[in-house]
């Protein structure tokens, strides 16, 4: 049956404690469970989706790789919103 999408984070995991040996340093734990999470995220969204829209048509494809590419874009491309003095934050 093969990998799912989120369990090829298991890479993830093999690179981290590649890194670890390499550099003789301890693993980072919060490495492994960050990849871990995202895995189980990416499977869990998957399944979801996919009983609540299947593109079939290739337009329909293109539209939603589309959505997906600005939804992306704008979720790395918009800068935190950081407070300089907090005493004026609602």
């Keep these: 049956m093969g990998l799912t999408v989120g369990s090829w984070e298991i890479i993830a995991i093999i690179l981290i404690g590649c890194n670890s040996l390499l550099k003789r340093q301890k693993l980072e734990f919060l490495g492994l469970l960050t ?3 995202t895995g189980i995220g ?3 969204w998957l ?4 009983y609540l829209i299947t593109p079939e048509l290739w337009y329909s494809k293109v539209v939603c790789f589309g959505i997906g590419l600005v939804v992306v874009g704008l979720g790395t491309a918009t800068p ?3 407070e300089k003095d907090s005493k004026h934050s609602i």
Excluded at 47 to 50: A, D, K, N, Q, R
């Design 35 to 37: 990849a871990f999470i």
């Design 42 to 44: 990416i499977d869990m």
């Design 47 to 50: 399944f979801l989706l996919h």
């Design 80 to 82: 935190p919103n950081h």
